[in-house]
Each structure stands twice: as C-alpha cells, then as structure tokens.
T-cell receptor, first 109, second 115 residues
C-alpha cells in the first residue's frame, strides 16, 4: 500500500464546478505540500500545510492531522486549472519526502 | 520571481552515451534536487545537495551522479545512458531545511529519451 494515496486519479468537470481532490497518508508528517503540474512538465508549489487551512485565490487547502487527510478545493473552476495535482508529505520517520501519484484534472469549457 | 532553469526541454540520446543535465537557480538557494517522474510512479528523488560540493543520495541514485561546483548550478550525470533512464527529469531548489520547512521551486523539466 502506498504511503500517500490520492483520489480520484482522474477527474473531468465542467467549468464553474467546485472541485475537491483528496490526499490520505499513513505516516507521521511535519508538513504536507500541494503541487500543480501543467502539461509540459513545470511544477508549481501551491501550498505547504502543517495544520488547519490555507487559501490562495480560488484554491483552498485543508489538513486534518488526526485523520491523516488533506483536501485541495478549487472554487469556480476554469479550463486553465487543468493540470496534475500532486500531494507530497515530509515524513517525520526519516525526514524524506513522499509523493502521491497525482490527480489529473480536466476542466471542460 | 524565483527562477529554476533546466538547460534542455527535450533530449534524445543513444544507449551508452554520457549525458549531462544542467540546472541553474537564481535565488541563492542552498538546497538543490534532482527528481525523475515516470507514469504510475510519481516523482522520485535521485540526488540532492545542500551546499557546494556536497551531495546526498536520494531514493534511486543508481546509474546517476551529480556535481555541484557552484551554488547556483547542479548537474545530473548519466555516465552511460540506458533505455530505462528514459524519463522526465525535474530539478528543484529551496532554502536550507527539508520539505518540512520550505517550499521547493521546480524547473520546467527535461524529457530525456534514450534510444
């Protein structure tokens, strides 16, 4: 079983829909990251979380440390949000980074 | 804006060739990283460096070496390229401290094909 699981693997939605991507992990962590990778490969760091909730524009990230779960929400989704979203955690056990396999999001106009 | 520049977006090499992938960052970051990304496997750490001339193995260092002669430049070397090294390679940099403390900034990636 992977230590970081994302769901769904793929998501297609209409423009304007509210999007939720989930990340569950099984190790103790010091921080969780959400990354965005556009077609072509470049990766952008969206959020770094260790507790609570963060908001940036239409993006919201939440984390529940007790439940070992994080969600990334996109409000009023737009075709330019189409990308792969990757969850990554910093493991307390060995201070290593563990990546999820990513969620491919496609927003239709 | 932080800029992490990888020298090539696409590269095609032959089996057995020596391959250099270059990465330059302009934010005076101490840490630099090389990852490879494969379908179904996600991102995996090959090597990282926390200072000039310092290097640490990541999860999959076999078949690779690195060089950091200057703070802003981190090179990934494939001594003798093999077909199983066909992949997307991503460079990243950050201030000192691990993923638990700092955001990493990524380059655009180099898609390497080894024929």
């Amino acid at each position: 079983k992977n230590e970081v699981e994302q769901s769904p693997q793929n998501l297609t939605a209409q423009e304007g829909e509210f999007i939720t991507i989930n990340c569950s992990y099984s190790v103790g962590i010091s921080a969780l990251h959400w990354l965005q990778q556009h077609p072509g490969g470049g990766i952008v760091s969206l959020f770094m979380l260790s507790s609570g909730k963060k908001k940036h524009g239409r993006l919201i990230a939440t984390i529940n440390i007790q439940e070992k779960h994080s969600s990334l929400h996109i409000t009023a989704s737009h075709p330019r949000d189409s990308a792969v979203y990757i969850c990554a955690v910093n493991s307390l056990r060995d201070d290593k980074i563990i990546f999820g396999k990513g969620t491919r999001l496609h927003i239709l106009p | 804006d932080v800029k992490v520049t990888q020298s090539s977006r696409y590269l095609v090499k032959r089996t057995g060739e020596k391959v250099f992938l270059e990465c330059v960052q302009d934010m005076d970051h101490e840490n630099m990283f090389w990852y490879r990304q494969d379908p179904g496997l996600g991102l995996r750490l090959i090597y990282f460096s926390y200072d000039v001339k310092m290097k640490e193995k990541g999860d999959i260092p076999e078949g690779y070496s690195v060089s950091r002669e200057k703070k802003e430049r981190f090179s990934l070397i494939l001594e003798s390229a093999s077909t199983n090294q066909t992949s997307m390679y991503l460079c990243a940099s950050s201030f000192l401290g691990g993923w638990g403390e700092n955001i990493q900034y990524f380059g655009a990636g180099t898609r390497l094909s080894v024929l």
